[in-house]
C-alpha cells in the first residue's frame, strides 16, 4: 500500500472514533486473524519469529540468526502472500554492518512491504554493553538513518523512540509514526507493583508526546511493550493521555493469548476458583472506594494473589490511603491482623490443594506461598493441629 493511503486510512479511523492499532507478528496464523480484528498494518519483526518458536523476544537481540535475513525470509513467504488489505511493515535492523542501507531498503520496498519501522532498536539497550555497540558504530543514530531514506522513498515510516530527544530525531527524518517503546511486554501476573508501572508509563508517554506536538503536532503517535499488555492497561493510557491514538503489541496479542487458552490452567488457578483478574485491574486503577470498600479490595486481592508475595504497604498504596489506616480498618472488620488473615488464608488453600491434587507437599507449600516447606510445615501445624503429611496419609493419597 503507498504512504498517503496509509495516512489517509489513519486518518479516517481517527475521524470516526478508532484508535490505531499494529500487530506485531513472527507468522501467518495472527495476521490472518488480525486483520479480522480490524489491524490497521502488521510489523513482522524477528522478535516475533522467535516468540513462535516458543523463545523469549530478546533472542531478537542475540547473534542467533541476522535479524533482516529472518524477516524477508518468513514475511516473504508466510505474511506477504496472505495480506491484502492491510500494510506490511518490514522490521528493520539499520544497525546491520553487513548491508548497503539504502539498497536493502531498495529491495524490502520492491518485495512489497509498505514500510520499515527501526527494529531490533539500540534503544532498549543500555550499561557497558550500549557503549560498546555504539562505539562499533552500531547507535540510534543509524535507525533514523534508516527512516529517512525510507520516507525519501515515499514508504510509510513507524519509529520506535525511548525519550524526547530521540522522537525529535525521528520527526525531523519524516517519520509517519512515533511509537513510545515502553520497554519489554510485560507478562502475567496482577500485582500491585504493575500499576506504578503504568503510572510511570503514563509519564514517560506523556513527556514525548508533548515534544511530538512542540515539532509536528499532526504526527501518529502510539505506544508499545511494557506494563501496557491488555485492553483494561491500554484503556488506562488512553484516558490519562488525550494525545496517544493507538497501541502496537506483539506478546499480547501473540504470546500472552496463547499462554492462557493453550495451558489449560495452572495448579494455582485450579484451586483459587475463576476470578477475573481484569475486573479486580479495573478496580485497582480506577479507584478502589469507587467500586467497594478497602477491606473487600484487599481480601479479593488475596484470593487472586495467594500465591505471590504481597505487600500490605503496597496494597494502602493502591487504595490512596495510609497503611496504618488500612491495617486498622481491616482489622475492625475481619477481627484479626492482615499477616494473620493471610496466612489462614493460605493454609486453608493448601488444604483444598492436599485433598484435591496428587502432587509433592513442597510443591502444596509453593502453591500457596510458601518457598521454604519447613516454614510451611511449621505454620500448617500450629494453625490446622496437624502436620501437612498426615492430611497426606489420612486421604491416602
Known amino acids: 500500500m503507498e504512504r498517503q493511503n496509509i495516512l489517509e486510512s489513519i486518518k479516517s479511523e481517527r475521524k470516526k472514533g478508532n484508535h490505531i492499532i499494529g500487530v506485531a507478528t513472527g507468522t501467518g496464523m495472527t495476521v490472518k486473524y ?13 522478535s516475533g519469529r522467535f516468540r513462535i518458536m516458543g523463545r523469549s523476544s530478546l533472542a531478537g537481540y542475540l547473534p542467533f540468526c541476522n535479524s533482516n535475513d529472518m524477516v524477508m525470509d518468513f514475511a516473504s513467504k508466510e505474511i506477504i502472500p496472505l495480506v491484502k488489505e492491510v500494510p506490511i511493515i518490514f522490521g528493520f535492523n539499520g544497525t546491520d554492518p553487513t548491508i548497503d542501507m539504502e539498497d536493502y531498503i531498495e529491495k524490502i520496498k520492491a518485495m512489497g512491504f509498505s514500510g520499515i519501522n527501526n527494529y531490533p532498536t539500540v534503544g532498549i539497550i543500555d550499561g557497558k554493553f550500549r557503549e560498546g555497540l555504539e562505539e562499533a558504530g552500531c547507535c540510534y543514530s543509524k ?7 525510507a520516507h525519501e522513498k515515499n514508504m510509510f515510516t513507524i519509529a520506535f523512540v525511548f525519550n524526547e530527544v530521540q522522537a525529535e530525531e525521528m520527526i525531523e527524518a519524516g517519520a509517519d509514526v512515533i511509537c513510545v517503546h515502553l520497554g519489554l511486554t510485560e507478562g502475567g501476573l496482577l500485582g500491585a507493583k504493575k500499576v506504578f508501572s503504568l503510572e510511570a508509563a503514563k509519564v514517560k508517554a506523556a513527556n514525548i508526546f508533548n515534544k511530538c506536538n512542540e ?3 499532526d504526527v501518529v503517535k502510539l505506544i508499545y ?8 492497561d491500554v484503556q488506562y493510557m488512553y484516558s490519562n493521555n488525550e494525545n496517544l491514538m493507538g497501541y502496537i503489541g506483539g ?11 493453550i495451558t ?5 488457578f485450579k484451586v483459587s476458583g475463576h476470578l477475573d ?15 467497594y470498600d ?5 481480601k479479593e486481592y488475596v484470593a487472586q494473589n495467594y500465591m505471590q508475595d504481597i505487600s500490605f504497604m503496597d496494597l494502602a498504596k493502591v487504595a490512596h490511603v495510609s497503611r496504618s489506616y488500612l491495617s486498622t480498618l481491616f482489622k475492625k472488620e475481619v477481627g484479626c491482623s492482615f499477616p494473620e488473615y493471610l496466612v489462614k488464608f493460605r493454609i486453608e488453600k493448601a488444604v483444598e490443594i492436599l485433598h484435591r491434587e496428587k502432587i509433592q507437599l513442597s510443591e502444596a507449600a509453593a502453591l500457596v506461598g510458601y518457598k521454604d516447606y519447613a516454614q510451611f510445615s511449621k505454620i500448617f501445624k500450629k494453625y490446622m493441629g496437624f502436620s501437612p503429611k498426615e492430611v497426606r496419609l489420612k486421604n491416602k493419597i
Open 225 to 232: 511493550g511494557g506494563p501496557v499488555k491488555t485492553p483494561i
Open 34 to 46: 488480525a486483520q479480522r480484528g480490524g489491524a490497521d498494518f502488521i510489523l513482522v519483526l524477528s
Open 143 to 149: 535507525e533514523v538513518e534508516a527512516i529517512k531514506i
Open 277 to 291: 483478574e481484569d475486573d479486580l485491574m479495573v478496580k485497582m486503577l480506577d479507584g478502589v472506594k469507587k467500586h
Open 215 to 217: 515539532l509536528r503536532p
Open 294 to 298: 478497602y477491606v473487600e479490595f484487599v
Open 251 to 261: 506478546s499480547a496479542f501473540e504470546r500472552i493469548p496463547s499462554e492462557k487458552t
Open 264 to 268: 489449560n490452567v495452572t495448579k494455582a
